[in-house]
């Protein structure tokens, strides 16, 4: 890639594949992706909530938070059910199945994170943590048509 494209060019083609590689590999070795792990903790920290305020919390559109969360319904995880004073709120709760599968989780994410960064020193973490920080924030301000 690095004879066809500028440096720049090369850090947003390894960003992309990191991205996509860490995915899969993150699923395969904990059987949950990362996206819905950060529902369900989010709901682990939250007795219930609305689905509308979970899908502010994190970074996934409201389609697919109900996509996520029919799954993790349909496998007993979470429970969802109309707000009684208010029909069109949906609340969301985490069932003792998914505190379960949370805490199992946290072991095989801690194991993945550490094999990730195998060979990366405390240093070279945080210049990278800072790195992706400035690189988000420029990301965000990017204006689209």
């Known amino acids: 890639m690095t004879a066809f494209c500028s440096e720049e060019a090369e850090v947003l083609y390894r960003l992309q594949c990191v991205n996509r590689m860490m995915g899969v590999k993150f699923e395969a070795c904990t059987g949950i992706s990362q996206s819905r792990l950060e529902l369900l903790s989010l709901l682990f920290q939250a007795d219930e909530i609305s689905q509308s305020d979970l899908q502010k919390k ?71 943590t800072d790195v992706l920080i400035r690189i988000q924030q420029n990301i965000e301000k990017i204006q689209t048509t």
Do not use: W
């Open 58 to 128: 994190v970074n996934i559109d409201s389609a697919a938070v109900t996509r996520h969360l029919k799954q993790l319904e349909t496998k007993g995880m979470v429970t969802r059910r109309r707000k009684p004073e208010d029909n069109r709120v949906t609340l969301v709760r985490l069932t003792e199945e998914g505190r379960t599968r949370i805490e199992a989780s946290k072991i095989e994410k801690e194991r993945f994170i550490s094999e990730m960064l195998e060979n990366v020193s405390e240093e070279e973490r945080r210049l990278l």
